[in-house]
C-alpha cells in the first residue's frame, strides 16, 4: 500500500470512530498516528473522500464520509466497510418508498452514495440528520430495490431488512 492509500485509510478509519468538526482538529488526529501532512493535503483528501461537512445536534459541524469512488480493498482493512455505508441502522421498505436510519449525521452520505447511482429504479432521495427517503420506480419490484441497496448498505442490515422487501 501506498503512503497516499495508508493516508485515506486513516483520515476514513478516523471519520468513521470520531466527531471530527474541523480539518485543523483532523490534522492532529492524523498526527497521533505519526501521518502529518499539510493542510492543503488534507483538504485534497477530504475532496477525494467525498466528505461533506454537516450540522450536528449540539450546534457544531462534523465531517462525514460520501461515495468517493475507491474501492475499500485499495484503502486497506480499516476503510472495508467505507464502501457498504456502516453507519446505515436499518432498512424498512413501504409502497414505493423505502426509509434509511442511519448513525445522527449520516443521512447525506447515504442518500449522496444512493444518487451518485444514477440507477433508474432510483427516482431520487431525501436525507435529514439520520433518516433518508429514496422514492423508488412504480414498474420496481420489491427485490430489484433491495439488490440494489446491497451494493451500498451492509448485509447484516439488509439481511434484517429482507422480509420487507418480500412480495
Known amino acids: 500500500m501506498d503512503k497516499r492509500q495508508d493516508r485515506l485509510a486513516q483520515i476514513v478509519d478516523i471519520l468513521l470512530h470520531h466527531e471530527v ?5 483532523l490534522l492532529q ?6 501521518c502529518n501532512i499539510t493542510q492543503a493535503t488534507l483538504s485534497r483528501d477530504l ?7 454537516i450540522a450536528t445536534e449540539n450546534g457544531g459541524y ?4 460520501g461515495n468517493s469512488g475507491i474501492p475499500p480493498s485499495d484503502l486497506g482493512p480499516a476503510a472495508e466497510d467505507s464502501d457498504h455505508h456502516s453507519a446505515v441502522l436499518s432498512v424498512a421498505r413501504t409502497g414505493h418508498t423505502v426509509v434509511i436510519q442511519t448513525r445522527n449525521g449520516y443521512a447525506g452520505g447515504v442518500s449522496f452514495a444512493l444518487d451518485e447511482m444514477h440507477h433508474p429504479l432510483i427516482l431520487g432521495t431525501i436525507a435529514g440528520i439520520n433518516t433518508v427517503f429514496v422514492a423508488t420506480a412504480e ?5 430489484e ?3 440494489i441497496l ?5 448485509s447484516r442490515i ?9 412480495e
Open 47 to 53: 475532496k477525494t473522500l467525498h466528505t461533506s461537512k
Open 145 to 147: 430495490i433491495y439488490e
Open 158 to 166: 439488509m439481511q434484517k431488512a429482507l422480509p420487507s422487501f418480500k
Open 62 to 65: 462534523r465531517y462525514v464520509l
Open 29 to 34: 488526529l492524523l498526527a497521533l498516528k505519526q
Open 21 to 25: 468538526g474541523s480539518q485543523e482538529e
Open 139 to 143: 414498474e420496481a419490484s420489491r427485490m
Open 150 to 154: 446491497c451494493r451500498i448498505i451492509p
